[in-house]
């Protein structure tokens, strides 16, 4: 068991940003940043972006891997076609989790003052301004914090197992089929008997993802 160095809690309150404001401090140093989100919406890319920029253009050996699911009702193509655009060699990783729901959510940066936040937050609007969420900031001392190793080695074996995000994943037909398959998974851990009321959130997710794919 490895203990925990420096921590603070971090929750959202009426009127508060801190969720994001916490989030954005991870691209102030330098080093390697990981995102593990099951949401990533172009909301939430759009408050980032500015700080991603900056963070790649001020060292060549700055990072960004961001591990997401591409699914229609979660995670907008926008960030995928931007984030090529300001693409700077191999030092940007999309990937996905293949085999299910990734539905954890932690952010790393590793290097000489590594930091990791963990909680409940994904990176959407939502998290970002308007749900009640809750999180841990973990402060590590010094290159090498064995706090944040342990963090970095469970992302690294992530993604060992994920795959990289290609242009079919952005497909908007490949987006729905994935989130089809992740309400259908969900439903067979219920009763039979609710199957028949799972039915009209898959519907109305899909008739949602349909009108969002115009939008984003």
């Known amino acids: 068991m490895t203990r925990l160095g420096s921590w603070k809690l971090v929750d959202t ?11 954005r401090q991870l691209f102030d140093g330098d080093g390697t940043i990981y995102l593990v989100t099951g949401f990533f919406t172009g909301n939430a890319y759009r408050s980032l972006r500015d700080d991603i920029v900056g963070f790649l253009e001020r060292s060549p050996d700055n990072e960004l891997v961001i591990l997401a ?3 229609a009702d979660q995670f907008s193509k926008t960030v995928i076609n931007d984030l090529r ?3 700077q060699g191999d030092r940007l990783k999309l990937l996905k989790y293949p085999h299910g729901f990734l539905h954890a959510k932690l952010y790393v940066r590793d290097g000489p003052e590594p930091m990791a936040i963990l909680g409940s937050a994904n990176l959407t609007r939502g998290a970002f ?3 009640l969420e809750l999180g841990m900031v973990v402060e ?3 290159p090498g914090d064995p706090t944040i190793s342990r963090f970095v080695e469970w992302i690294e074996k992530v993604m060992s197992y994920s795959r990289p995000i290609d242009r079919r994943d952005l497909f908007f037909l490949k987006r729905v089929a994935m989130t089809v398959t992740n309400w259908v998974n969900k439903g067979r851990l219920l009763p039979a008997k609710h199957i ?3 039915l009209s959130p898959i519907l109305l997710v899909l008739l ?3 009108v969002l ?4």
């Open 213 to 216: 794919s115009w939008i984003v």
């Open 196 to 198: 028949a009321t799972r």
């Open 208 to 210: 949602g993802a349909l």
């Open 140 to 142: 590590g001392d010094g």
């Open 13 to 23: 309150l009426p009127g508060e940003h801190l969720v994001e404001d916490t989030i």
């Open 69 to 71: 699911n591409p699914s």
């Open 129 to 131: 301004e308007y749900n």
């Open 85 to 87: 655009k300001i693409e």
